[in-house]
């Protein structure tokens, strides 16, 4: 995502990723100004009362929100609302703005801080590594990130001896300079020899996924991207951050520990600065964000969970907010 400070409370946003748009249903509500383009019909045609054929042009509105959806299926955002700014024969009608990855809107809204917030972590994610990536096949390897302008070769290896272990070692700890173990890592190749590495190194790693390709080197990396395991595993790894805090306050629940759910009393808890973490969905952002503003006030951590997945669904039937305590 990227994003440019207008005025009167109106930022401009275009979307990079999948991800941008999940941040942007988070964030626009019910009432708020969005601008962006769209076809409507030309009403302004000389020939449409001879012409069968419908003239559509592309116009700049800014409508008032009265709904957003998230269509993951389709890649995109659909922000319906009453047109309120635009060509004067349009103002007053229903539209939808369709927004999609490359697309650019602006909102214009009151601001929270935790609204903000999130807009910086999008912007952040769009900047930061995604993935990184470990080719290798027999007696080579190559290391690469995959950032946001596209794949990074950061460091190409060859064994020099006899010994497997000693260019094992040292692939190793190429790896674990670049790689801090918190982003996804892809280990590919072709054969067992990856799996020999994996006997050698397991116990220094984790969060990896184990990929079969035809090359241990950058045209193995090409390969895997263009095959589409790329976007299911990035996907699975933001989750799997989120369902290892559900399973938490689960743990909590179930021992009778540190934990809250419902309004009032995680409300109540953030009052005492006794909230360590707030977790809610996103179905509940719009719904609770004087929580979140408190928790914020309080010191506590904030995780918008997504109900796309079990462990937001289970959120969701607690009351769409929970928190992971310091003390009771």
Known sequence: MKIEEKERDEISIKVDNLDDLWY???????????????FRKDNSSSDMKRSKKVERKKIRVGINVKKVDFQEFADRLRISGLIVA???????????????????????????????????????????????FLAIEHGSATIAIMKNYGIQEFASLRKRGDED???????????LDA???????????????KENFLDFARDKLKNYVVIQASHGDMRGIYEVLKSGALEKILKEHRLAKEERLIEELLGEIKKEGLYAYGYVEVKNYLNMGAVRDLLVSDRS??????????ATQTGANVHIISTSHEAGKILDNLGGVAALLRFR
Do not use: C
Not at 179 to 190: F, Q, R, Y
């Open 24 to 38: 942007l249903n988070t964030i626009i509500g019910e009432g708020d100004l969005v601008f962006g383009y769209v």
């Open 86 to 132: 635009g060509p004067e024969d349009y103002i007053g009608t229903h539209q939808t703005i369709n927004v999609g990855i490359g697309d650019e809107i602006s909102v214009v809204k009151e601001w929270t801080k935790k609204d903000r917030e999130l807009l910086e972590e999008a912007v952040k994610n769009s900047e930061k590594p995604k993935v990184y």
């Open 165 to 175: 272990e000693e260019f094992f070692g040292e692939v190793l700890s190429t790896l």
């Open 179 to 193: 790689w801090s173990g918190k982003e996804p890592l892809i280990i590919l190749g072709p054969g067992f020899y």
């Open 285 to 294: 952002y719009k719904k609770f964000k004087d929580l979140m503003e408190l």
